[in-house]
Nanobody, 121 residues
Framework: QVQLVESGGGLVQPGGSLRLSCAAS????????MGWYRQAPGKQRDLVTL???????NYADSVKGRFTISRDNAKNTVYLQMNSLKPEDTAVYYC???????????????WGQGTQVTVSS
């Protein structure tokens, strides 16, 4: 009933930039927080950044000053602008959104399918 579709991953050289997008669709009553996690091979999935419905943000120390999260509430979409990319940013990036599908429901976390970001020369 709810889908999150990501786009924008790919291969980029160190120092380059990428912009990820994640659009939520389906039976959506309201969305609370949205954000991004990433998972490198052999490692756990870690929070990269999140943004509340009011626009407050939080970033992992490793990406502060390089990554910027934003959202378009009218489009149910969250973005991740990644600048000054480093090889250690290589990972599968997953978006998430806390979504309520009815007025009386509770918020549930939905996930995107993941998009590969590879930073390499």
């Amino acid at each position: 009933q709810v889908q999150l579709v990501e786009s924008g991953g790919g291969l980029v050289q160190p120092g380059g930039s990428l912009r990820l997008s994640c659009a939520a669709s389906g039976r959506i009553f309201s969305i609370s927080a949205m954000g991004w996690y990433r998972q490198a091979p052999g490692k756990q999935r870690d929070l990269v950044t999140l943004i509340t419905v009011g626009g407050s943000t939080n970033y992992a120390d490793s990406v502060k000053g390089r990554f910027t999260i934003s959202r378009d509430n009218a489009k149910n979409t969250v973005y991740l602008q990644m600048n000054s990319l480093k090889p250690e940013d290589t990972a599968v990036y997953y978006c998430y959104a806390d979504i309520k599908t009815s007025a009386r429901g509770t918020y549930y976390t939905y996930w995107g399918q993941g998009t590969q970001v590879t930073v390499s020369s």
